[in-house]
């Protein structure tokens, strides 16, 4: 089971959400590091030598995956079946496996994406 984290979780991070913290320490001791993709990356990273501290510990301690042709296609499936538009939570579902939890400030969206993949996640709102 992994914690996957969408653009909305990692600004959490960053504004010191405890309980979040404490579900990415749990994730850590589990063994498996929260898991994201470059194109979330993108959304919150703005850079800035000493702005973002929190945000910047969360993405050190975080898988990200590339958001390459191959996660693109699968991403583009899911939109299609879904009816939705945002390729970047389309990619972060496209990403999970059954069981995982996506943190997200978008429950409704993933929820969505999760039923047209067919996928058993929890989705837990920020």
């Known amino acids: 089971m992994s914690l996957v984290l969408d653009a909305g979780a990692f600004i959490a991070l960053e504004r010191n959400d405890r309980a979040l913290w404490r579900r990415v320490d749990d994730a850590h001791l589990r063994g498996s590091p929260p898991l ?3 194109g979330i990356v993108a959304q919150v990273w703005r850079g800035g030598s000493g702005r ?3 945000l910047a510990r969360a993405m050190l301690g975080t898988l ?6 191959d996660l693109g ?3 583009g499936v899911l939109l299609a079946r ?3 538009t945002d390729a970047i939570d389309a990619a972060l579902v496209a990403l ?3 069981g995982d939890q996506i943190v997200t400030s978008d429950p409704a969206d ?3 994406l999760a039923d047209a993949a067919r996928l058993r996640v929890k989705v837990i709102p920020v």
């Open 52 to 54: 973002q501290v929190r």
């Open 64 to 69: 990200v995956v590339p958001l390459d042709n």
């Open 36 to 38: 994201t993709h470059g």
């Open 110 to 112: 993933i929820d969505s």
């Open 73 to 75: 296609r699968r991403a």
């Open 82 to 84: 879904a009816g939705l």
């Open 96 to 98: 999970c496996r059954p």
